[in-house]
Nanobody
Framework: VQLQASGGGLVQAGGSLRLSCAASGGAAIGNIFRLSALRWYRQVPREQRELVAGIDSGGSTTYAGSVQDRFTISRDNDRRMVYLQMNSLKPEDTAVYYC??????????WGQGTQVTVSS
């Protein structure tokens, strides 16, 4: 399984960005994606990677308290995509954002990260 994240960039505080993550790889990728939980993490230098949002195979979502009501995670199983809509961005949202696919069994997979920078 390969994950390709995109959509990061530089935005002013109060602005919005939409991150995308595309899954690919092998004949079984459709079923793997559909049955997996999907997550977005972020990381700043010298700190641990932080879980930002998650969506399970049934569509239930969870969010870190710091992004609740500002970020929305969604998935498109047909396109094998996961999205993170980020609104009302703050300078403290600046980080490298990573998508993560968590299978029911077996390893999880990570995308390469996309930089989000929010200027004050």
């Amino acid at each position: 399984v390969q994950l390709q994240a995109s959509g990061g960039g530089l935005v002013q505080a109060g602005g919005s960005l939409r991150l995308s993550c595309a899954a690919s790889g092998g004949a079984a990728i459709g079923n793997i994606f559909r049955l997996s939980a999907l997550r977005w993490y972020r990381q700043v230098p010298r700190e641990q990677r932080e879980l930002v949002a998650g969506i399970d195979s049934g569509g239930s979502t969870t969010y870190a308290g710091s992004v609740q009501d500002r970020f929305t995670i969604s998935r498109d199983n047909d396109r094998r995509m996961v999205y993170l809509q980020m609104n009302s961005l703050k300078p403290e949202d600046t980080a490298v954002y990573y998508c993560n696919l968590v299978r029911l069994t077996g390893p999880s997979y990570w995308g390469q990260g996309t930089q989000v920078t929010v200027s004050s």
